[in-house]
């Protein structure tokens, strides 16, 4: 005679639903990384608004002095912005929605300035297109325009809308399978548990 395994095949394996009560957490892998890309632009234009204000103790010139009011407010929106993302807070996919915009907007501007052959140029993230360098800002033009993306779209939203689930939650065990039944036969070979038989 033979006996149907338990759980029966063609169930779900288990813990493949979560348990009452608990709901699916969405994937925060657009957030994440939209607080990392923040973080590090932030950290370039810190580094920006330092060269600036090195130069700045040496000689005081104009488009310094843009370039470094232009970092700090880039540094501020940006480092905010990404390390309240990664902790979960709306307000910081605000600030980084404003910060990844105004340095796009910033880039864009200082490549229209020379392109018009504009007398007027600023220093932006350490980088001043006067001296021939402006292919550096495309490296904060490209992640900047994925930092946008990223915490514009609707699975980081999601994820900051979402609660995070209260640790020490366990699982009913089985859970997803029917409650075994008693009075099944045990297993061929299988040993039953109980006491050993006493000594004759």
Known sequence: MTFQQYPPQGYPPPGAYPPPGMVRQPSGATAIIAGILAILGGLWFLAGLASNIIELSHYVISFLVVGAA??????????GGGIMLLLRKRAGRVLTVIGAASS???????????????????????????FGFGWLLFVVLIPAIATLVLALVPPTARWLAAKPQAAGVA?????????????YPPAPGAQQQGQPPGQW
């Open 171 to 183: 699982q009913p065990p089985n859970f997803g399978y029917p409650p075994q039944q008693p009075g």
């Open 104 to 130: 796009i907007g910033f880039v864009a501007l200082t490549f229209l300035l020379r392109a018009i052959g504009s007398h007027f140029y600023f220093s932006y993230g350490g980088v001043t297109l006067h």
């Open 70 to 79: 232009l970092d700090l407010v880039s540094t501020a929106l940006l480092l």
